[in-house]
C-alpha cells in the first residue's frame, strides 16, 4: 500500500500544518504525505510555511466564487487532480458542505482549541477565558455538517491558571495541540482509528501520544 495522501486546509498562522510535517518527518512515517495544502486567505502565514516544505498549494479566496457550491466544487477538482484520500481541517476557518463533505464522508478530521461539546466556533479560547473556565484543551474529531459537532476522535484537558492570559493559554493549548494532532492524524490515515456507523471505532489499542 503507497503512503495515503493527505490535504491539510488553513486560514492562518499554519503553526499545525508544520507541525505535522516537522512530526511526520522526524519520525519516519511513511504511511502518509502532506500532498497539498488548500489555504483560502492568500495573506496567510501557512503559505510561507508549505513553501520552505515544497508542498504544493491551492489558493482558493472564497470571494472569487459565485457561492459555496461553486467554491467547493474548485476545490474537489484539484483534490482529485492530486488523488487526495484524506483531508486534514488545522485552522481552516470555513464551514464544510455537502460537496465536499460527501465524497471523503469519514476521511475529514478537525482540530480544535476547546472541550468540545463546550466552546464551539470562532475564538474557543476567548470564550474559555469569558466563561472563566478553571479547564478547557482540545478536541480532535471527525467532520459534519456542523459547527464542531462531528463525533470526537481524541480529547486532552490543558488547565488554565487564576491569571491565565489570551497570549498564555493559546501558548498552552497549542503546545498540546503540536504534540498531538500529528499522532492522531498518523492513527486516522491508517485506519487505526475509523468512523463506522456515525461511531469512533479504535482498532487498535491501546493509545498513548503523550
Ligand atoms: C488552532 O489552535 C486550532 O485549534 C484552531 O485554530 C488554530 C490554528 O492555528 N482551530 C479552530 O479554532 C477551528 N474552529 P495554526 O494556524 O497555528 O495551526
New binding site residues.
Given amino acids: 500500500m503507497g503512503a495515503k495522501r493527505v490535504a491539510v486546509f ?1 486560514s ?6 508544520e507541525a505535522i510535517l516537522a512530526n511526520w518527518q522526524e519520525t519516519g512515517f511513511e504511511d502518509g504525505q502532506v500532498s497539498l495544502l488548500v489555504c483560502n486567505n492568500p495573506g496567510a502565514f ?1 503559505l510561507t510555511r508549505a513553501k520552505e516544505w515544497k508542498v504544493p498549494t491551492f489558493v482558493c479566496p472564497s470571494r472569487n466564487y459565485p457561492d459555496k457550491t461553486a467554491y467547493e466544487l474548485a476545490i474537489l477538482e484539484v483534490l482529485q487532480k492530486h488523488q487526495i484520500d484524506f483531508i486534514v481541517l ?2 481552516y ?1 470555513r464551514l464544510l458542505g455537502p460537496t465536499l463533505l460527501a465524497p471523503y464522508e469519514g476521511r475529514i478530521v ?4 476547546s472541550l468540545l461539546p463546550a466552546f464551539p ?1 470562532k475564538d ?1 479560547i476567548g470564550q474559555a477565558l469569558e466563561h472563566g473556565v478553571r479547564i478547557s484543551g ?1 478536541t480532535i474529531h471527525f467532520v459534519d455538517e456542523g459547527l ?1 459537532t462531528g463525533p470526537i476522535i481524541y480529547q486532552q484537558a490543558v488547565a488554565l491558571d487564576p491569571d491565565e492570559t489570551r497570549q498564555t493559554l493559546t501558548a498552552k ?2 503546545q498540546v ?1 503540536h504534540q498531538v494532532y500529528p499522532e492522531i492524524v498518523k492513527a486516522c490515515v491508517t485506519e487505526q482509528v475509523v468512523l463506522e456507523g456515525g461511531k469512533v471505532k479504535w482498532r487498535k489499542q491501546p493509545f498513548n501520544v503523550r
Avoid: K, R, T
Avoid at 492562518?12 to 500544518?17: I, L, M
Avoid at 478537525?110 to 482549541?113: E, G, I, Q, S, V
Fill in positions: 488553513a492562518g498562522n499554519g503553526s499545525n500544518f501557512v488545522a485552522g476557518m478537525n482540530l480544535h482549541p466556533g474557543a482540545i464542531d493549548i497549542q495541540e
